[in-house]
DNA sequence: TTAACATATGAGCATTTGTTCATATATGTG
DNA sequence: CACATATATGAACAAATGCTCATATGTTAA
């Protein structure tokens, strides 16, 4: 067993980052919007649609979402247009999905 | 954009897996608790107190994690000995601190 | 400009979550 | 056996979360 202080400890701030990271996806409706976004680029209105989810709720979750930027988006006539910005949480999101469906 | 219907969508079951996964790993006290038990096997007195918890409160978690089989433990004299048992999820843990601490 | 559409945002509310406190269970010791 | 130690567990409670409803903001079209 080690003594405290030889254990590789986290940094809070790190610990933060990842915990806010890992919340963003553990909700079902936000990994289901964050897959869709992989793979097409979305507006508002489809997101709503296509996951059978209020125009409200979309953009709250795509508010929260772009606080941590792991949205981003573009105006396109009247609407607006998210996709991806993070390559990485993308990537831990396939990853996860492959383990739960393999397992 | 795409119709619905040539979305690839996830199956219930498995959005469901994966937010729990997310999910355990999102608390704070949780992921440092699955970063120690990574780095070394723990009996449960010196999880919490490496971590600065309650007895309780360290019992409840590992309770959750061994729900979700992410954890193991065997019994040695009055003790019982934690270990991870999910090396997928470690390793997508890990992934996420080095997202975080290499921006 | 005015009306209609697309999205954002704030308040309120029900649910979930993580903790503490008290107590139960299980093992080792004299 | 009786007692101490180690851990688990249930209840209760405060804080965080995700939704809805109502409304604000911004864009396009007439």
Redesign the interface.
Known sequence: ??K?ED??F??ES??????K???A????TR??ML??LS??E??VG?IA??LGMSQSAVSHQLALLRALRLVKYRREGKSLVYSCDDD??I???R???D???HP
């Open positions: 067993m080690m405290a254990h590789l986290l940094d790190v610990v933060e980052e990842v915990s990271i890992f919340k996806l553990a909700d079902p990994m289901k897959y869709l793979q097409e979305c507006h489809h649609e296509v990485h949480v990537s831990l999101l990853q996860a999905i383990h739960a469906q």
